[in-house]
């Protein structure tokens, strides 16, 4: 999964690459500081695996939208 900062549906390249690159450095930070590693470019992905717990993937979740929110 990845989340892309743009107003339109990511279908693609061409999409994917008129969203906000900016926008995404600056969500990455506010996760990161939330002591989530998430993939530092907006053209990579994060993966949810075995190893990780309903904890961790519920303390992700919420990170993940206070990063949104801070943004």
Do not use: N
């Not at 107003?7 to 995404?24: C, H, I, N, Y």
């Amino acid at each position: 999964m990845t989340p892309f900062f743009t107003a339109g549906e990511v279908t693609g390249w061409d999409s994917a690459s008129k969203s906000d690159t900016r926008l995404f450095a600056a969500f990455f930070q506010k996760i990161l500081k939330e002591g989530i590693y998430w993939p530092p470019s907006q053209f990579e992905a994060a993966f949810v695996s075995l190893a990780h717990s309903e904890e961790d993937i519920d303390a992700t979740i919420d990170a993940f939208f206070r990063a949104l929110k801070a943004v």
